[in-house]
């Protein structure tokens, strides 16, 4: 399967840089900006996180992004018009992060179709079971061009990370810690024979970390055995307090930081 995402690591000559950010935060009306903003900064993908009430993985950082965003009125259906306009202003892949309990209450076939639609290319459940997705939902994610995103941690098996492979259609998500997302990540001996064991797989999936990467050394060191790295909780924190005037040189700056040529 070809999308942007495919596309990108295909053409890759750098560590890829992907941003999480929450859909509907700090303002409701800021996201496809958010994206426009990322983009030009130089950022290579955008996570956005559709917020959930009851999230499992997510640090204090994002919960409390999601629980603003919720507030300010943000849920699927205001997510997907505003992504209507996304591909008039951006171009890099953009994923869509987030719980599977809003997704089945609009309905998959509806919620694939909408992603389709605006432009999304691929997805990120946390609590989506791999069998479940093979059985009820990889054909009809893969009709519409949207790759699966699976994590994978220290524990996970090396039968289980190739069948993760398998079904992965964009990269895998290797997560750094068992921590929940925010903490700070330290690449010590352990973490980095982790990294270098599921390099050493030869998968044919490239290999994207996540979870505890907040500046460059922390980017630098994670992504030394993998293709890029994934920073979340240190941007929502970056933009938090931001007004709507500044936010655009705050995230030139914030990226900057990441220089990787």
Same mark, same amino acid.
């Given at each position: 399967?070809?999308?942007?995402?495919?596309?990108?690591?295909?053409?890759?000559?750098?560590?890829?840089?992907? @941003?999480?950010?929450?859909?509907?935060?700090?303002? =409701?009306?800021?996201? !496809?900006?958010?994206?426009?903003?990322?983009?030009?900064?130089? @950022?290579?993908?955008?996570?956005?996180?559709?917020?959930?009430?009851?999230?499992?993985?997510?640090?204090? *950082?994002? #919960?409390? +992004?999601?629980?603003?965003?919720?507030?300010?009125?943000?849920?699927?259906? !205001?997510?997907?018009?505003?992504?209507?306009?996304?591909?008039?202003? @951006?171009?890099?892949?953009?994923? =869509?992060?987030? %719980?599977?309990?809003?997704? =089945?209450?609009?309905?998959? &076939?509806?919620?694939?179709?909408?992603?389709?639609? !605006?432009?999304?290319?691929?997805?990120?459940?946390?609590?989506?079971?791999?069998?479940? %997705?093979?059985?009820? %939902?990889?054909?009809?994610? &893969?009709?519409?061009?949207?790759?699966?995103?699976?994590?994978?941690?220290?524990?996970? +098996? $090396?039968?289980?990370?190739?069948?993760?492979? $398998?079904?992965?259609?964009?990269?895998?998500?290797?997560?750094?810690?068992?921590?929940?997302?925010?903490?700070?990540?330290?690449?010590?001996?352990?973490?980095?024979? %982790?990294?270098?064991?599921?390099?050493?797989?030869?998968?044919?999936?490239?290999?994207? !970390?996540?979870?505890?990467?907040?500046?460059?050394?922390?980017?630098? #060191?994670? *992504?030394?055995?993998?293709?890029?790295?994934?920073?979340?909780?240190?941007?929502?924190?970056?933009?938090?307090?931001?007004?709507?005037?500044?936010?655009?040189?705050?995230?030139?700056?914030?990226?900057? #930081?990441?220089?990787?040529?």
């Amino acid at each position: 399967m070809n999308n942007r995402i495919t596309t990108l690591f295909s053409k890759a000559d750098r560590k890829i840089l992907s @941003v999480f950010t929450t859909a509907g935060f700090p303002r =409701l009306g800021d996201t !496809v900006d958010l994206c426009r903003m990322l983009q030009d900064a130089g @950022v290579d993908m955008i996570e956005l996180g559709f917020p959930f009430s009851d999230p499992l993985a997510d640090g204090p *950082t994002i #919960q409390a +992004s999601s629980e603003i965003a919720l507030n300010n009125g943000m849920s699927l259906s !205001v997510l997907f018009d505003q992504l209507r306009e996304l591909r008039q202003h @951006v171009t890099i892949p953009v994923l =869509l992060m987030g %719980y599977l309990n809003p997704v =089945l209450q609009m309905g998959m &076939e509806t919620f694939c179709q909408s992603c389709s639609e !605006v432009g999304v290319d691929g997805l990120i459940f946390p609590d989506m079971p791999l069998d479940e %997705y093979k059985e009820k %939902y990889q054909d009809l994610w &893969e009709e519409h061009h949207l790759s699966a995103i699976f994590l994978v941690t220290q524990q996970t +098996s $090396e039968e289980r990370i190739r069948a993760i492979d $398998e079904a992965s259609t964009g990269f895998i998500y290797v997560v750094s810690t068992a921590a929940v997302t925010g903490h700070q990540l330290h690449v010590d001996a352990e973490r980095e024979a %982790y990294f270098q064991r599921i390099r050493g797989m030869g998968l044919r999936n490239p290999l994207v !970390v996540g979870f505890g990467i907040r500046d460059r050394d922390s980017f630098t #060191q994670s *992504t030394t055995h993998t293709d890029g790295g994934i920073i979340g909780s240190a941007f929502i924190e970056a933009i938090r307090d931001t007004s709507e005037e500044n936010l655009k040189s705050t995230i030139h700056s914030w990226v900057a #930081q990441f220089d990787r040529d």
